[in-house]
């Protein structure tokens, strides 16, 4: 399994952006999918966006056309853009790397 680590997090205002990265220990290039969750306070997890080893896509559609998720294979890294950002976007998230290795989160405050 690959040990993730991920960055980026911070406070913003709503309607700003930011970007997290989650670093892989290994090489990605064979992990069929990689995944960007969150987690609000008092609420479950949930999945926020996935890209296949194809590049396909999916999203929640509480995050559709505000965020893209992408993965450099040659990097072994996975962004999360996350644009328009709202206070409802507010959460603690993670990287996940099939396989259930997770990252230990990052930190996401919208707010102003």
């Known amino acids: 399994q690959v040990q993730l680590v991920e960055s980026g997090g911070g406070l913003v205002q709503p309607g700003g952006s930011l970007r997290l990265s989650c670093a892989a220990s290994?090489?990605?290039?064979?992990?069929?999918?990689m995944s960007w969750h969150r987690q609000a306070p008092g609420k479950q997890l949930e999945l926020v966006a996935l890209?296949?080893?194809?590049?396909?896509?999916k999203y929640a559609d509480s995050v559709k056309g505000r965020f893209t998720i992408s993965r450099d294979n040659a990097k072994n890294m996975v962004y999360l853009q996350m644009d328009s950002l709202a206070p409802e976007d507010t959460a603690v998230y993670y990287c996940?790397?099939?396989?259930?290795?997770w990252g230990q989160g990052t930190q996401v405050t919208v707010s102003s």
């Open positions: 996940k790397a099939d396989g259930d290795s």
């Open positions: 290994g090489s990605i290039f064979s992990i069929p999918i």
């Open positions: 890209i296949t080893a194809y590049d396909g896509t």
